[in-house]
């Protein structure tokens, strides 16, 4: 079934614009409220949202939506999604709910949904929400005498910080290192500086002053140029990059070089293996993740599997094979011992304890192998995967895998979150790498100009 409002992560698209509008945010808080009625007990949302202005429109509509349909809203404010993946199940509620899009600029909103298990949301289960959305959902109105309420609840913050410091060992300590963090304007501009400074860091915190159009401007994860340059204008030991719901994170060591999250799952692969901690024999990774890292599993003697592109996908492969070690390229890493999804503040907690017990520059614990040249550029078309099945464009992909041989990648992808097609390419020769994505990008750009 073609999926009209669901994409790799939840809901999403540019705010105040189908789908992401007050009217379709309310018939989602129907339809789910509809599918997660189980039993005659009180039923509870939590909803928690990031820094985005229009987060204020879509948060009302839901509770709107969640209310009719007979479910009490517990209302979060702004905090990190794996804050809301954790209250789901602290809380003993029936759904979780965050409005967020995550990395994309604050123009755009999106809505990600949780199970009472603090699990994203399986594809068959989004399915069935998608038919409820375009259905007369008047039948999910509870009767006037069954309607929800709504209510902030106090002290979230407090309850996650404490969730991610018992993720170290009660004799952690950070005290000694000058951190950076920066907490891209968003949800977790409260939560990390206050829990890294709470287990003894020196804390530099930047870009922790949203105002509802500046979460992930020029900062954040997937800008980390002003991070590095703070890092070294304060001599800092490490930097940590947050993304506008904290969900991933981005390290930047003591030259302010960046290191991306496959470099941070071989550490902590690597350091739970030794400690005789992981489990599943390996990590599982997506397919977008740098051949570099499934060689040095190899080394290891460990194994790495791939996924289709979202933590989610990551998440179900690692639940269904007993892996605790997983994520994404982009900073997404799931620890399953302690998290339901990828938590930013989590990971750069256990970067951070393997750089303790090593007493070793962050550029020596954190560079794990060397990656192979992968080049990733991106085609806007708002025409979903269409051109991809262009005759000339398929041609153009035969050729480049016949170029690039067993020991070189090819991945071209729609993206679930943007109107993009995403081409990437990876081989040990960077020269032919660069010429074999240019090729497809301009076939793919002249169906475009064509259509």
């Known amino acids: 079934m073609t999926r009209q409002y669901f994409g790799t992560d939840g809901i999403r698209g540019r705010a105040n614009r189908l789908p992401m509008t007050a009217e379709v945010a309310m018939r989602v808080g129907m339809a789910v409220g509809m599918s997660f009625q189980r039993g005659s007990h009180r039923h509870r949302v939590v909803l928690g949202k990031d820094t985005r202005l229009s987060g204020y429109m879509i948060e009302n509509a839901m509770v709107a939506g969640f209310c009719a349909a007979g479910m009490d809203v517990f209302l979060l404010g702004p905090i990190p999604t794996p804050g809301v993946a954790m209250l789901v199940r ?36 989004e399915a069935r929400i998608e038919q409820l959305l375009d259905r007369d959902v008047d039948i999910a109105l509870a009767d006037a ?26 004799s952690m300590s950070l ?43 020029d900062c954040g994860s997937t800008h980390p140029l002003g991070l590095s340059k703070k890092v070294h204008e304060v001599r800092a030991d490490i930097g940590i990059a947050l993304d506008g719901d904290a969900d991933r994170v981005v390290i930047v060591d003591e ?62 492969h690692m639940r269904a094979h007993g892996f605790n070690v997983g994520g994404e390229q982009s900073g997404h890493v799931v620890l399953s011992d302690f998290s339901t999804t990828g938590d930013g503040l989590v990971s750069a907690l256990q970067v951070l304890a393997c750089i303790k017990r090593a007493d070793k520059p962050v550029s020596e614990v954190c560079r794990k192998f060397e990656p192979v040249p992968q080049v990733l ?20 992909i035969d050729d480049a895998r016949a170029r690039l041989g067993e020991k070189g990648r090819l991945v071209i992808r729609p993206s679930g979150t943007e109107p993009l097609i995403r081409v990437m390419a990876e081989a040990d020769d960077k020269v032919l790498v660069e010429q ?4 497809i990008i301009g076939v793919i750009a002249d169906v475009k100009s064509a259509a």
């Open 90 to 125: 602290s809380l003993r509620a029936d759904i979780g709910v965050m409005i967020s899009a995550s990395h994309n600029p604050y123009y755009d909103n999106g809505i990600k949904l949780f199970g009472p298990d603090g699990y994203k949301l399986s594809d068959e289960i």
């Open 145 to 170: 005498d069954a309607l929800g309420r709504a209510k902030r609840v106090d002290g979230v913050h407090d309850r996650y910080i404490e969730f991610a410091k018992r993720t170290l060992p009660r």
């Open 175 to 217: 005290s000694g290192l000058r951190i950076v963090v920066d907490c891209a304007n968003g949800a977790g501009y409260k939560v990390a500086p206050a829990a890294l400074w709470e287990l003894g860091a020196e804390v530099i915190a930047i870009n922790c002053e949203p105002n509802g159009l500046n979460i992930n401007e």
């Open 255 to 316: 030259t302010g070089a960046i290191v991306d999250g496959d470099q941070l799952m071989a550490m902590i692969a690597e350091s739970w293996h030794r400690n005789g901690r992981l489990a599943g024999g390996g990590l599982v990774t997506t397919v977008m993740s740098n051949l570099g890292l499934e060689r040095y599993m190899d080394d290891l003697g460990l194994s790495l599997h791939r996924t289709k592109v979202g933590d989610r996908y990551v998440v179900e």
């Open 377 to 396: 550029k991106n085609v806007r078309f708002s025409g979903g995967s269409a051109p991809l099945e262009d005759k000339s464009v398929k041609a153009a």
């Open 436 to 439: 074999v994505v240019d090729d």
